[in-house]
T-cell receptor, first 113, second 112 residues
Framework: DTAVSQTPKYLVTQMGNDKSIKCEQN?????MYWYKQDSKKFLKIMFS???????INETVPNRFSPKSPDKAHLNLHINSLELGDSAVYFC????????????FGQGTRLTVV | GENVEQHPSTLSVQEGDSAVIKCTYSDSASNYFPWYKQELGKRPQLIID?????GEKKDQRIAVTLNKTAKHFSLHITETQPEDSAVYFCAARKRSGGKLIFGQGTELSVKP
């Protein structure tokens, strides 16, 4: 009974390609996030959606476009992939309340070759 | 801006010893401070958290302390075991926003 699930788990692709990562949560949360974890393990927020509305957009290249079709889903589409995009991407969800725990998906390891 | 500093970046202890990881945050509006454990190849998972109206919280071998005046909070693990080996992240969240700002992580190694 996975709470936050994202697919695929591994993604290897060539430079210049376009790819998508999907995320779904069944926790009834109203807020979802995308985090990027680089080779140094640093977790950096990219986007946050609350009730399907974009509320946080950190300094992320325009090639990254999140889409939230409903509260339970937040997908990440990446255009024109670059070598520097290689990282582990984590989806997470929580309630909007400031004190709510965030639950993470299992991560998608993206490798751009 | 919002920033969370975490130290040390690596920590090696003998089994049975205690481990302490420290974090400082910059935004005084932060009100929620969780700690996550990430094992190799796995997702970050919450191990303990503390709210701003509490100075200390304990859960078995794990404890967190918060000093709001100094904007410091710390994770204490007692009687460490090899399975405690992982990367630990502190984080902070503002009262008016939903995002967690993470520290840089501490790689804890517990030697048997």
């Amino acid at each position: 009974d996975t709470a936050v699930s994202q697919t695929p788990k591994y993604l290897v692709t060539q430079m210049g390609n376009d790819k998508s990562i999907k995320c779904e949560q069944n926790l009834g949360h109203d807020t979802m996030y995308w985090y990027k974890q680089d080779s140094k393990k640093f977790l950096k927020i990219m986007f946050s959606y609350n009730n399907k509305e974009l509320i946080i957009n950190e300094t992320v290249p325009n090639r990254f476009s999140p889409k939230s079709p409903d509260k339970a889903h937040l997908n990440l589409h990446i255009n024109s992939l670059e070598l520097g995009d290689s990282a582990v991407y984590f989806c997470a969800s929580s309630h909007w309340d400031r004190r709510a725990e965030a639950f993470f998906g299992q991560g998608t390891r993206l490798t751009v070759v | 801006g919002e920033n969370v500093e975490q130290h040390p970046s690596t920590l090696s202890v003998q089994e049975g010893d205690s481990a302490v990881i420290k974090c400082t945050y910059s935004d005084s509006a932060s009100n929620y401070f969780p700690w996550y454990k990430q094992e190799l190849g796995k997702r970050p998972q919450l191990i303990i958290d503390i709210r701003s109206n509490v100075g200390e919280k304990k859960d078995q071998r794990i404890a967190v302390t918060l000093n709001k005046t100094a904007k410091h909070f710390s994770l204490h693990i007692t009687e460490t075991q090899p399975e405690d080996s992982a990367v630990y992240f502190c984080a902070a969240r503002k009262r008016s926003g939903g995002k967690l700002i993470f520290g840089q992580g501490t790689e804890l190694s517990v030697k048997p």
